[in-house]
């Protein structure tokens, strides 16, 4: 069974750029998450979808970042503009399903690694 | 909000001795644990989860945790580290509000000598 898969794995851009980060979920898994993880720092919830609807946003910084998932299957990340406190590993993780009262394992990205300059 | 405290951040033992990492949460309901492992140079992976029943879970590779309600702890042990276990481990906790939501801690990277 094939993993999570992102691209790029790396990317450095100077602030005030825009960038967009990549996700393919595993086969079948309706849930996909971004998440931002600062150096030191465990990974934080950016943002979650269900199928191609959002479910939970709430520490996304909508100013600057935006997220979709136009067909519940593969999702792009983008910031625009960055800022230097974005440079972060950003990890895309699936799982099977999710809802309120049933926990399901998350499989989790190789990440791509932004450093903002 | 809930929370997650892993009081290690840098262990750093000689193979064969035992391992224990310490996580508190801070919720007081029910809760889902987990803890994840990321290798050098790779992904983070699950190393187990509780979710109910019986408090002391075996993962994969040896290590198990205890989960200890009265102490709003999910500790990680190993009695007897590898090299090969060299990596940042995480601990988490399903969120009582969100869809699956996990909230990770810090993190405690172990380095294992040989």
């Known amino acids: 069974e094939a993993g999570v898969a992102q691209s790029p794995r790396y990317k450095i851009i100077e602030k005030r750029q825009s960038v967009a980060f990549w996700c393919n979920p595993i086969?079948?898994?309706?849930?996909l998450y971004w998440y931002q993880q600062i150096l030191g720092q465990g990974p934080k919830l950016l943002i979650q979808?269900?199928?191609?609807?959002?479910?939970?946003d709430s520490q996304l910084p909508k100013d600057r970042f935006s997220a979709e998932r136009l067909k519940g299957v593969d999702s792009t990340l983008k910031i625009q503009p960055a800022k230097l406190e974005d440079s972060a590993v950003y990890l895309c993780?699936?799982?099977?399903?999710?809802?309120?009262?049933?926990?399901?394992?998350?499989?989790f990205g190789p990440g791509t690694r932004l450093t903002v300059t | 909000a809930q929370s997650v405290s892993q009081h290690n951040h840098h262990v750093i033992l000689s193979e064969a001795a035992s391992l224990e990492l310490g996580c508190n949460y801070s919720?007081?309901?029910?809760?889902?644990l987990f803890w994840y492992v990321q290798y050098p140079g790779q992904h983070l992976q699950l190393l187990l989860k509780?979710?109910?029943?019986?408090?002391l879970v075996k993962g994969i590779k040896g290590f198990e945790a205890e989960f200890i309600k009265s102490k709003f702890s999910f500790n990680l042990r190993k009695p007897s580290v590898q090299w090969s276990d060299t990596a940042e481990y995480f601990c988490?906790?399903?969120?009582?509000?969100?869809?699956?939501?996990?909230?990770f801690g810090a993190g405690t990277r172990l380095a294992v000598h040989p």
């Open positions: 993780a699936s799982s099977f399903r999710a809802d309120r009262n049933t926990a399901s394992e998350q499989y």
């Open positions: 086969s079948g898994h309706a849930t």
């Open positions: 979808f269900q199928n191609n609807g959002v479910v939970d």
């Open positions: 919720y007081g309901g029910t809760v889902n």
């Open positions: 509780y979710f109910s029943g019986d408090p």
């Open positions: 988490a906790v399903l969120s009582s509000g969100g869809y699956n939501k996990l909230i």
